[in-house]
C-alpha cells in the first residue's frame, strides 16, 4: 500500500495556472502507475492524468490535452500536475491514485487501491 498526500488545490481565475502536488510513500514505487483524477459536485470521478513511474510514459484525458502535465520527481517520491489555461470546468476536487503496475483501462477510478485526501481547485470566470 502506498499513502499519498496531495497539496498545491486553490482558488484562480480563469486562464491562470495551479500545480497540484503528491507525495507518495512507499518501500519501492518502482512499479506503481500514478493518476490523477477529479470529481466535480454531483459528478463520478473522472480520470485527469497518469504516469507509469518507471519508465515516465504519460496518459491525458482529451479534455486536458495541451494544457496539463503529468510529471515525476524520483529524488522526492512526488508526482506534479502542472495545469495552465486553467477553466471554470476544471473546478474539482482533485485526487491522486496509485496501481500496482500498468493496465489498459487507466482512466477506471475504481480499480485503482491507494487515494489520497483530495484538494480542491477552484476556477472562477
Known amino acids: 500500500q502506498v499513502q499519498l498526500v496531495e497539496s498545491g488545490g486553490g482558488s484562480v481565475q480563469a486562464g491562470g495556472p495551479l500545480r497540484l502536488s503528491c507525495a507518495a510513500s512507499a518501500r519501492t514505487l518502482s512499479r506503481y502507475f500514478m493518476a490523477w483524477f477529479r470529481q466535480a459536485p454531483g459528478k463520478d470521478r473522472s480520470f485527469v492524468a497518469g504516469i507509469n513511474w518507471s519508465t515516465g510514459a504519460t496518459y491525458y484525458a482529451d479534455s486536458v490535452k495541451g494544457r496539463f502535465t503529468i510529471s515525476v520527481d524520483k529524488a522526492k517520491n512526488t508526482i506534479y500536475l502542472q495545469m495552465n489555461n486553467l477553466k471554470p470546468e476544471d473546478t474539482a476536487v482533485y485526487y491522486c491514485?496509485?496501481?500496482?503496475?500498468?493496465?489498459?483501462?487507466?482512466?477506471?477510478?475504481?480499480?485503482?487501491?491507494?487515494w489520497g485526501q483530495g484538494t480542491q481547485v477552484t476556477v472562477s470566470s
Open positions: 491514485a496509485a496501481h500496482v503496475g500498468f493496465i489498459q483501462t487507466y482512466y477506471v477510478a475504481k480499480l485503482y487501491t491507494s
